[in-house]
């Protein structure tokens, strides 16, 4: 795909601004605090000035309302197109605002690239600096939708220190360099527990991984998060933790 196809499909196919920077943030499995770190990068953004959306695209393991305390908001729809929440000063767009009771969505896979298709061209981000897609774990549909769709976007792959995560989250490098998407680096997340009572650092989950994955990828660890209290804490009260 030549950068005027690009451009034509980032511009006009969908809502987003040709400017919006978009970072997509990836790992190989689940649980290794990808939706914190997206929560936490854009409320980092948030607070520098720039203008934010998230775009909750785990329609099975929805998390990002609940982490920024939107899990109760309906978006409303204007002239025909849906307005995203608004939360922490960041747009909000997750499936989780659509579904009631924490009800699990029971769909196969070919309804999934429907649903992006329509975060992306039905929604009113507006002027946005940046939009961080929180993408579910693994290189399934979602990802390859993703390339398919915004082929200007960027990864941000996350791991935890352990050498099994990084081995898994070394495939969603892998395919996002087969689909030609820049990968902007690694984070380290979890790399160490910080005892909140006497400051001691323990390597719960070992060390190494996210060196080691940014080594293979050929780019930078951007950084090493560590794990805390704070951050668990916040999170389940829909407050993200760099916003404090």
């Known amino acids: 795909m030549n950068p005027e196809q690009r451009s034509q499909l980032h511009g006009a196919e969908t809502t987003i601004s040709p400017s919006t920077h978009i970072l997509a ?4 499995k689940g649980g290794v605090g990808k939706s914190t770190v997206t929560v936490n990068l854009a409320a980092a953004l948030e607070a520098l000035g720039y203008h934010i959306g998230i775009l909750d695209c785990d329609v099975y393991g929805f998390s990002i ?14 002239e025909g197109k849906i307005m995203p929440v608004v939360t922490h000063g960041m747009k909000i767009i997750s499936m989780g605002n ?59 792959i996350v791991t935890t220190p352990q050498q099994v995560a990084a081995g898994v989250a070394s495939r969603a490098g892998q395919m996002a360099r087969r689909t030609d998407q820049r990968i902007l680096g690694v984070v380290e997340n979890m ?27 050929g780019v930078p660890l951007l950084g090493q998060v560590p794990l805390t209290m704070e951050a668990r804490v916040l999170g389940d009260q829909g407050i993200p933790a760099a916003s404090v």
Do not use: H, Y
């Not at 309302?65 to 204007?78: S, T, Y």
């Open 191 to 217: 790399s160490a527990f910080i005892c909140p009572d006497c400051g001691k650092k323990t390597t719960i989950f070992g060390e190494g991984g996210g060196s080691q994955l940014a080594q293979e990828l």
């Open 98 to 156: 659509f579904v009631r009771d924490n009800a699990p969505v029971i769909w196969r896979g070919p309804m999934l690239g429907k649903v992006l298709d329509q975060f992306l061209t039905d929604v009113n981000w507006g002027e946005l600096d940046f939009l961080l897609l929180d993408l579910p774990p693994g290189t399934g549909d979602v990802a390859l939708d993703v390339a398919r769709l915004l082929p200007t976007s960027s990864l941000i």
């Open 65 to 78: 309302p609940r982490m920024v305390g939107a899990d109760e908001m309906q978006p409303r729809v204007v």
């Open 25 to 28: 943030i990836a790992s190989g």
